[in-house]
């Protein structure tokens, strides 16, 4: 059992917090060179942005009229919907904008098929990826296809920034000192705005039952990505906001879940890298409680396992020139459960043999207390609330997150 122990505890030690930490030193000691800057003045790509939508008629108008506005040549951008066998006004709303937006209608055959259907009609150079449910920032179209002047890029995936942690960003965006400025212009100082900011993002926060922790989770991951990007690709994409180039896309599997990854590793295989644009933003909502989070979560472990048989190729050394980070972030994260379990099954077998394995017993024993209690306030939280507790389909520009 010592052997059981201590094998699961370095897999859970070394895919949190040993992985992220080989990254930092890789990416400090051997960078690769950040992607080339474009010419000034010179042209922009044209783009074809794609999105697959099932009754999403009430996004909709909001969601374009964000694309419609973004600071990008209206002659240079295609905006492709592709209706997946919707049964409300979906098709209706998509006709309103004329031949601003190329709709299409399928019968219901899941995202990825609607997907492949909306590029065999795309003519940009770059494909955009995006959801009907998040915002845009006004550069960010620019900001996402800028890394494409190196040959070597074949995708580049956005930020996405979650409402429990956007006040950060957008005062940074914004430019507080350019407001500040403004406001002592007009004889009135901070503290009134400040807490008015301070409240109105409390009220978001308040919205999501588990918003702080999924923020926490959400920096975590942003940050091995952009380590990962550092030392060469990117292991995925976010699926709100990822470009790609139109040449290397492959049509997707029928039963793909996570074309955010399967995509860009595609493209990673292919020889060209995947990177991080810091500034690309897309805006959205952290989940509303722990049961939508775990819904997320299974659909993401589901996807990572499906993609095993869809790309063999990926667990190749030598073929996948990221193994190593493909095996660290994906792959040994489906295999965390079963460490889990081993460390728990080995520190009650060995608990009474040493007093390091009686103390790493209560840990755990608290550590799973602990969360048994917080989706148990989840639980009441739920319960108590008189309705829902956030509408997705409310844009964020109105609580001013996109036009920060």
Known sequence: MRLV????????????????????????????????????????????????????????????????ALDYPA??????????????????????????????????????AALNTGIAHATGEILIFADARQMFAPDALKELVAPFA????????????????????????????RRRAADDRRGRGDRGRDRRTVDRDRRRRLESTIGDGVGLYWRYEKQLRRLESAVGSTIGATGAIYALRRALYRPLPADTILDDVLTPMRAVLAGYRV???EHAFAFDRAAVDSDAERRRKVRTLAGNVLILGQEPRLLVPFVN?????????????????????????????????????????LAQCAFYLLGGYGAWLDCRSASAAPGPAADAAQPLAANGVVNA
């Open 5 to 68: 122990f201590w094998l699961s505890a370095l897999t859970v030690a070394y895919v949190y917090a040993g992985y992220p930490v080989l990254l930092a030193i890789w990416a400090r000691l051997r960078p690769r060179p950040a992607p080339r800057a474009a010419a000034a003045g010179g042209a922009l790509p044209t783009i074809s942005i794609v999105i697959a939508a099932r009754n999403e008629a009430a996004r909709l108008p909001a969601r374009i009229a964000n694309l419609l």
């Open 75 to 112: 002659e240079r951008r295609q905006i492709i919907v592709v209706s997946d066998g919707s049964t409300d006004d979906t098709m209706a709303v998509l006709a309103r904008y004329g031949r601003q937006v190329d709709a299409v209608a399928v019968v219901a055959a899941g995202k990825a």
């Open 150 to 177: 190196d040959p070597a890029i074949g995708g580049v995936t956005g930020t996405l920034l979650l409402d429990c942690e956007a006040s950060e960003v957008a005062g940074r965006r914004a430019g507080t000192e």
């Open 275 to 277: 990177v991080v644009s």
């Open 321 to 361: 020139p990221v193994w190593l980070q493909y095996v660290s972030h994906k792959v040994a994260r489906l295999v965390v459960p079963y460490a889990l379990l081993g460390l728990f099954a080995g520190s009650v077998a060995l608990a009474s043999q040493h007093v390091s394995y009686t103390i790493a017993l």
